[in-house]
């Protein structure tokens, strides 16, 4: 079983920027890849963005490319995601996952709420 907690949520004005975390414990010696997902009200949980945990190949959804970064410190286990050029629609709950080559694992942390408004 993996544990994942995220960090770094808040209000942020349309244009801003803001870092969520997310730290892995537990059973990691099996995590392929880290990835953000993000889930609206009254929406379905989509994915924004995922990195590989040993080469770093990363991947975005179209919504967020060219603003969003993702990155990870394999030493400390931790997931990061750069927000930049945030957007009302970028409200959500943020949400950290892992999975191997098969596929995500269903373990999810408590999530970060994310709110651009002005």
Do not use: H
Request: charged share 15%.
């Amino acid at each position: 079983q993996v544990q994942l907690v995220e960090f770094g949520g808040g209000l942020v004005q349309p244009g801003g920027s803001l870092r969520l975390s997310c730290a892995a414990s537990g059973n990691i010696s099996t995590i392929y890849k880290m990835g953000w997902y993000r889930q609206a009200p009254g929406k379905q949980r989509e994915l924004v963005a995922t990195i590989t945990r040993v080469f770093g190949s990363t991947s975005y959804a179209d919504s967020v490319k060219g603003r969003f970064a993702i990155s990870r410190d394999n030493a400390k286990n931790t997931v990061y995601l750069q927000m930049n050029s945030l957007k009302p629609e970028d409200t959500a709950v943020y949400y950290c996952n892992v999975g191997d080559y098969g596929g995500w694992y269903p373990y999810w942390g408590q999530g970060t709420q994310v709110t651009v408004s002005s």
